[in-house]
Nanobody, 124 residues
Framework: QVQLVESGGGLVQAGGSLRLSCAAS????????MGWFRQAPGKEREFVAA????????YYADSVKGRFTISRDNAKNTVYLQMNSLKPDDTAVYYC?????????????????WGQGTQVTVSS
């Protein structure tokens, strides 16, 4: 069982930065691939970024490539999402997810555990 708690969301102006954190409980965090997803009002949840258990494999959605950076610290049971050059279109609730996967996945159904989400609002 893994419990996930996101933090770091907030209100920021376009062009600004935020760093999201996702703290995981359980001693097997390092065995899980981790992903970040987001859901904007009126839209379906979409993939943002994912990282393998070792950090050696990383995927990004095209919409955030070059602006967002996913990383993890297995000693702290935490995964991060550094978000730079934020745009109003990045406004959404951001969720982290964990899955016992050999490689990170971009599909929601691959992940077994989800956090409650943290709101990110980017003003123009």
């Amino acid at each position: 069982q893994v419990q996930l708690v996101e933090s770091g969301g907030g209100l920021v102006q376009a062009g600004g930065s935020l760093r999201l954190s996702c703290a995981a409980s359980g001693r097997t965090f390092s065995a899980y691939a981790m992903g970040w997803f987001r859901q904007a009002p009126g839209k379906e949840r979409e993939f943002v970024a994912a990282i393998s258990w070792s950090g050696g494999i990383i995927y990004y959605a095209d919409s955030v490539k070059g602006r967002f950076t996913i990383s993890r610290d297995n000693a702290k049971n935490t995964v991060y999402l550094q978000m730079n050059s934020l745009k109003p279109d990045d406004t959404a609730v951001y969720y982290c997810a964990a899955g016992p996967l050999p490689v990170p996945a971009i599909q929601e159904y691959e992940y077994d555990y989800w956090g409650q989400g943290t709101q990110v609002t980017v003003s123009s």
